[in-house]
């Protein structure tokens, strides 16, 4: 997976929807504006998920990859 900067980490490996996208969720209202999150997951449904929540959040889904059987997003909070 190719590196990227980001500010903190969430491991949501072997949670099912709608696990993932819910602690995305909490996590992200906890961060500043502009700061990003690296989400690691496991669910082929989060993809889809986050990407979505992403859009009607006005979070921005920077990147998405998948290596392995594991989904890495990164996500940046939206400015206020």
Do not use: W
Not at 15 to 42: D, F, I, Y
């Amino acid at each position: 997976m190719a590196d990227c900067a980001y500010d903190e980490m969430l491991d949501v490996k072997g949670l099912r929807c709608p696990m993932p996208m819910l602690r995305t969720k909490k996590v992200l209202s906890n961060m500043q504006p502009g700061q990003k999150l690296c989400v690691l997951a496991t669910d082929p449904h989060a993809e889809r998920d986050l990407s979505q929540f992403a859009d009607q959040t006005g979070n921005k889904l920077l990147s998405s990859e998948k290596h392995e059987g594991v989904y890495r997003f990164i996500i940046q909070r939206k400015s206020s």
